[in-house]
Structures are given as structure tokens and as C-alpha cells.
T-cell receptor, first 118, second 113 residues
Framework: AQSVTQPDIHITVSEGASLELRCNYS??????LFWYVQSPGQGLQLLLKYFSGDTLVQGIKGFEAEFKRSQSSFNLRKPSVHWSDAAEYFC????????????????FGAGTILRVKS | NAGVTQTPKFRVLKTGQSMTLLCAQDMNHEYMYWYRQDPGMGLRLIHYSVGEGTTAKGEVPDGYNVSRLKKQNFLLGLESAAPSQTSVYFC????????????FGPGTRLTVT
């Protein structure tokens, strides 16, 4: 079964410092991978996605992520964190559901809460 | 272009009461989804729909029903609410040819007492 692990529940970084959020996935085929951000009381906003091709993908707000098949990882990075980046971050893998009503779903990790110290 | 909208934003129910959550999208997406978000568990799929008039069960369907009578709307019903259904509910939608790229609504915070 598909699964996503985000090992860090909370991370605190100083404003201006670099950031790396870890994500490991389990999926039998080539994965579709996503990072979403959720600000308090808000919905989920897509930061970036990986479908195929270049394993380093750029997203919005200065974020990037690197797909490493050998490590089953898709870590999110930002070179310099801003106070407005404080939020909860979710990694997700796209999976196909097989059955009478074939469809697709996103399997989410438990999330990492980012706190930014000024 | 409002994207995905959800009503209501907040609701408090007593155990045993019923309610319906409405999701609407104006992007002409074929696929629609209902997820619930619980602390430390990420989002889990409740039900989904691959087109008007079709629905299917996700990972955690028990206690919920759905309907998709119109392409742009996806309703989630709780027939007899239980405290275990206290959660934040998110609706999402996607195109059929990019099903994994899902657009999310702002969420509905439901408390069952």
C-alpha cells in the first residue's frame, strides 16, 4: 500500500536560515509527488509537484524539492526562510485506486509544522 | 473564478444530528473528492467521484454518504453524527487527465458534541 512518512512533526528555524523538510514515500510505480502548505485556518495550497523528468523541481514562494528514487525521498528545501513561511507542510503521493469506480487519490503524510524564530 | 468553495465554514452538531456539507467548483473538473483532516494523520479520503452521477468509497467512508447530481457540486452527508466525526473536512477537484493535481477548498470545521 502507498504511504508517506514525514519524520519531523515540528521544526523550528530562525528567519533567514535554510530549511529542509523530509519526506519518504512508499509506492510501487513511478510516483507523482506533491508538497502542499497549509496556513492556520486555511486550505491547502500546492507548492510544487513532480511527475517526471528533472528530479529537482521548483515551486512557488522560493521552494524547491528533489526527487531521489534510490532513497524514496522527496525533500523540500528553501535557502532562506521568511516569517511568513510558518505553516504546516504536507507531502503527498498520487495513487491510483483500482476497482469498480477507478479513480485517483492523494496519500498524505502526517504533516510537519514549521515555526520561524525572529 | 472562485475555484473550490465549501459551505458552511464552521458547524457544531449534537450526537445523532444530521447535516450536509456542500462543495462547489467552477473549473469544470470531472473528479471531486472529500477528505477529512485529523491532527497527526494528514488528510484521508472519505469518498470521491469520477463524474456526474457517480460516487465511490475512499479510505474512511463509514458514517458518510455523498451525492453528485451536478458536475460542479459534491455533497457530503452525515446521517447520524458521532463525536469521532469531529474533524476538518476538505473538498478537492481535478481534471480527469491530471487526477493527481487536486485543487482544495478552504475547509469546513465540524465539531460533534
Amino acid at each position: 500500500a502507498q504511504s508517506v512518512t514525514q519524520p519531523d512533526i515540528h521544526i523550528t528555524v530562525s528567519e533567514g536560515a535554510s530549511l529542509e523538510l523530509r519526506c519518504n514515500y512508499s509506492y510501487g510505480a513511478t510516483p507523482y509527488l506533491f508538497w502542499y502548505v497549509q496556513s492556520p485556518g486555511q486550505g491547502l495550497q500546492l507548492l510544487l509537484k513532480y511527475f517526471s523528468g528533472d528530479t529537482l523541481v521548483q515551486g512557488i514562494k522560493g521552494f524547491e524539492a528533489e526527487f531521489k528514487r534510490s532513497q524514496s525521498s522527496f525533500n523540500l528545501r528553501k535557502p532562506s526562510v521568511h516569517w511568513s513561511d510558518a505553516a504546516e507542510y504536507f507531502c503527498a503521493v498520487g495513487a491510483v485506486m483500482v476497482g469498480a469506480r477507478r479513480g485517483n487519490k492523494l496519500v498524505f503524510g502526517a504533516g510537519t509544522i514549521l515555526r520561524v524564530k525572529s | 473564478n472562485a475555484g473550490v468553495t465549501q459551505t458552511p465554514k464552521f458547524r457544531v452538531l449534537k450526537t445523532g444530528q444530521s447535516m450536509t456539507l456542500l462543495c462547489a467548483q467552477d473549473m469544470n473538473h470531472e473528479y471531486m473528492y472529500w477528505y477529512r483532516q485529523d491532527p497527526g494523520m494528514g488528510l484521508r479520503l472519505i469518498h470521491y467521484s469520477v463524474g456526474e452521477g457517480t460516487t465511490a468509497k475512499g479510505e474512511v467512508p463509514d458514517g458518510y454518504n455523498v451525492s453528485r447530481l451536478k458536475k460542479q457540486n459534491f455533497l457530503l452527508g452525515l446521517e447520524s453524527a458521532a463525536p469521532s466525526q469531529t474533524s476538518v473536512y476538505f473538498c478537492a477537484s481535478s481534471y480527469y487527465d491530471q487526477p493527481h493535481e487536486q485543487y482544495f477548498g478552504p475547509g469546513t470545521r465540524l465539531t460533534v458534541t
